[in-house]
Nanobody
Framework: QVQLAESGGGLVQAGGSLRLSCAAS????????MGWYRQAPGKQRELVAV???????HYADSVKGRFTISRDNAKNTLYLQMNSLKPEDTAVYYC?????????????WGKGTLVTVSS
């Protein structure tokens, strides 16, 4: 069984920075694309950023130039560096990955970490 565990959320003032981490564990053969999503209160979950196994990156327009996604394949870990945070970035942030468990492709989500940005 594969699992994703996020960490690094918290309370920060507008203009501040946070770094989220997501560690994958379990029976992992390889990890394909990984990404961060977020869900604000009363809103649908939305894509924040994704990164392929070859480190191609894609960002939502709302975070371009402020957030940076990266991965450490040796550690099976995904990161999200968030700078110049705004109150509208307040949300639960979820890690997602497509993980190969042998020949089985697993669509895996973390439980989320709360980011709160105060004005």
């Amino acid at each position: 069984q594969v699992q994703l565990a996020e960490s690094g959320g918290g309370l920060v003032q507008a203009g501040g920075s946070l770094r989220l981490s997501c560690a994958a564990s379990g029976s992992i053969s390889s990890i394909n694309d990984m990404g961060w999503y977020r869900q604000a209160p009363g809103k649908q979950r939305e894509l924040v950023a994704v990164i392929s196994s070859g480190s191609r990156m894609h960002y939502a327009d709302s975070v371009k130039g402020r957030f940076t996604i990266s991965r450490d394949n040796a550690k099976n870990t995904l990161y999200l560096q968030m700078n110049s945070l705004k109150p509208e970035d307040t949300a639960v942030y979820y890690c997602h990955a497509h993980i190969m468990d042998g020949l089985k492709l697993v669509d895996c989500w973390g439980k989320g970490t709360l980011v709160t940005v105060s004005s």
